[in-house]
Nanobody
């Protein structure tokens, strides 16, 4: 059974850091584009990071602050978030591009996620 399970969200102060984890099961992360998107209350989903075989995309809103990485042995993807800002407050979703049609989230010029986990809340506040 295909599954993505996120963890690591919580409350952080402005300027602080959090690391999100996403454990995949039922498939190998190495074979697909994988990344993260977020959704803040009342706002549209924002695909801000995608890890492909040869490159990684970051949206302007997170570039230089967030870093995505993979651990193939653990079939896990991470999102290191540094210098957090209140505008980073959102539910964060780990997502993968299987190439299916339907409800999708675009992340940059070359990624379109079609499957994601249940999300983890990140709140940045003093």
């Amino acid at each position: 059974q295909v599954q993505l399970v996120e963890s690591g969200g919580g409350l952080a102060q402005p300027g602080g850091s959090l690391r999100l984890s996403c454990v995949a099961s039922g498939f190998s992360l190495d074979k697909y584009n994988i990344g993260w998107f977020r959704q803040a209350p009342g706002k549209e989903r924002e695909g801000f990071s995608c890890s492909r075989t040869y490159d990684t995309y970051y949206g302007d809103s997170v570039k230089g602050r967030f870093t995505i990485s993979r651990d193939s042995a653990k079939n896990t993807v991470y999102l290191q978030m540094n210098n957090l800002k209140p505008e980073d407050t959102a539910v964060y979703y780990c997502a993968v591009e299987f190439g299916r049609v339907g409800d999708t989230v675009v992340a940059g010029p070359a990624c379109e996620f079609d499957y994601w986990g249940q999300g983890t809340q990140v709140t940045v506040s003093s």
